[in-house]
């Protein structure tokens, strides 16, 4: 899907906050209200008047942050989806980090996975939560799951140094 139909419109509400407008290739218009308390609302818009509201939702912001991690996550899975039919080779795993992994309680950037195995984490589930693209300083606990792409060989490279630290000889 291309972001070249969708727009996004940012409206000062003076005394309120924020407004961010997705307009997307159909017309239609979502809008996020960002409240200078820090409330956050989603506002449903007419589709034969893209100025008057239909409904609106308040959310919490545990609920704007799981709202947030829910779509963020879903893009970037569809994406490596779409990248896993595109590129011969190419595979995607999800790998659990298991208690007795020699990463547990460090950070992503121990685990030099990209450098040793030439693979690549691009997210991390932990619960409910998605962590997507990580930074080297994301910390490694028990029952992470890895999302992980690269080819089959280094997929399994990786799982092993994972699992007990080691390299294959």
Same mark, same amino acid.
């Given at each position: 899907?291309?972001?070249?139909?969708?727009?996004?419109?940012?409206?000062?509400?003076?005394?309120?906050?924020?407004?961010?407008?997705?307009?997307?290739?159909?017309?239609?218009?979502?809008?996020?209200?960002?409240?200078?308390?820090?409330?956050?609302?989603?506002?449903?818009?007419?589709?034969?008047?893209?100025?008057?509201?239909?409904?609106?939702?308040?959310?919490?912001?545990?609920?704007?942050?799981?709202?947030?991690?829910?779509?963020?996550?879903?893009?970037?899975?569809?994406?490596?989806?779409?990248?896993?039919?595109?590129?011969?080779?190419?595979?995607?795993?999800?790998? %659990?980090? &298991?208690?007795?992994? !020699?990463? $547990? #309680?460090?950070?992503? *950037? @121990? =685990?030099?996975?990209?450098?040793?195995?030439?693979?690549?984490?691009?997210?991390?589930?932990?619960?409910?939560? %998605?962590? &997507?693209?990580?930074? !080297?300083? $994301? #910390?490694?606990?028990? *029952? @992470? =799951?890895?999302?992980?792409?690269?080819?089959?060989?280094?997929?399994?490279?990786?799982?092993?140094?994972?699992?007990?630290?080691?390299?294959?000889?």
């Amino acid at each position: 899907m291309s972001a070249v139909g969708v727009r996004i419109e940012k409206v000062d509400l003076p005394g309120i906050g924020t407004r961010h407008d997705v307009v997307t290739e159909q017309g239609r218009r979502i809008g996020v209200v960002s409240h200078r308390s820090g409330e956050r609302q989603l506002a449903l818009y007419e589709e034969s008047d893209p100025d008057a509201c239909r409904d609106s939702i308040r959310l919490s912001e545990d609920e704007a942050v799981a709202l947030a991690d829910v779509l963020g996550a879903s893009v970037m899975l569809g994406r490596l989806a779409g990248i896993r039919e595109q590129a011969a080779g190419l595979f995607t795993e999800q790998l %659990v980090l &298991p208690a007795s992994s !020699p990463f $547990v #309680g460090g950070t992503l *950037g @121990d =685990t030099r996975a990209r450098t040793l195995t030439g693979t690549s984490i691009v997210a991390i589930v932990r619960d409910d939560a %998605v962590i &997507p693209s990580p930074t !080297p300083a $994301v #910390g490694l606990e028990a *029952g @992470d =799951t890895l999302v992980v792409v690269g080819e089959r060989p280094s997929l399994e490279i990786l799982a092993r140094l994972l699992a007990d630290g080691s390299l294959p000889g």
